[in-house]
């Protein structure tokens, strides 16, 4: 009988551990019945105090699972926040509300929260007006540039910009910036610019008096470029693919085009590698200095240093030296 308890024992807390763990899931998920469809299978719920006018609201996420909706995250959003766009096909939602207190009023701002992977990001923030083109997702924003200095006069005008948001691209959340300074400061209250009724052109005053200005809606996502200051050097290893052929006692004339084939790139990482099969580079004398020229044939094993910065593409690296494998 002794014996019999003692085997029960264990059975009886795995089936009090399974029992608390079903508990738990069931409490973890629910009927999709009176949640909103993000698209796929998310699935989110807005909760927007309405006690109190400032209050800071929460968008819940939730996952499909065999018709249930499972929770997956909860994160907070601005005060008297609304809704501006849901984009299923992006799986993402974007509000609008109040983002901080400034003199004579409050500023606004716009998060994106992602709801497949139940995650928040500031879009724009210190809106001090929008003007909305339609019922589009294009906007026309006045935003600070700059938080407030410490030690900027009382009254003293902010740094101020001109923005186009545009969430009907197809590309995420483009923000286009116009046109910025402390003219702003007046248009911001009246916020009389005009959307053409495409609401791809954007009218607006210049600093002149009586002076109309226009900026048209970038066709697709706007390409930053800056100044790559990180140098990065890679190895990479493979096979010569083509090249000119060279005789014994012969130097071929250089630059010498070099092909070669894509084995393994060391340090492997974030520099476009994916999918690439070969190279081709004008390679100069110096970078051969240690390879014997009698091997520049195909199929000969080779080792390439190349070098480069983090804003460029391999193909547009130089190459540092060449060696046998």
Known sequence: MNKFRLMLIPLLVFAASFAASSVQAAESCRSCEGLESGGGLSYYQLAISGEQAYAPGKVTFYEKTNDQCCHKGTAMAYPSSRVVKLD??????????????????FTRGILRY???????????TRIHGEKRCKTAGVFALIHALTPPAKTQKKGAPNKLGLSVLNLDGGYGA??????EGTHLV?????????????CKTLTYSGKKRGEKLSFKLPEGPEVIESKGETEIRVAVTGNIVTCPKVEQGEQPQFPVELSFS?????????IGTEGLETLTYKV?????????????????????????????????FQVVSVEHR
């Open 88 to 105: 299923k096909k992006e799986g993402a939602l974007y509000l609008m509300g109040l983002d901080g207190k400034r003199e004579g009023g």
């Open 114 to 124: 992602d709801l497949a992977a139940a995650t928040m990001g500031p879009v724009a």
């Open 174 to 179: 483009q923000l286009s910036a116009v046109v």
């Open 186 to 198: 007046k248009e911001a209250r009246s916020m009389s610019m005009t959307f053409s009724k495409d």
């Open 262 to 270: 894509v084995k393994e790139v060391v340090p492997i990482g974030d």
């Open 284 to 316: 100069g004398k110096k970078a051969f200095e240690n390879f014997n020229m009698i091997y520049l044939r195909p199929d000969t094993p080779v080792q390439v240093v190349i070098r480069g910065t983090d804003q460029l593409a391999l193909k547009d």
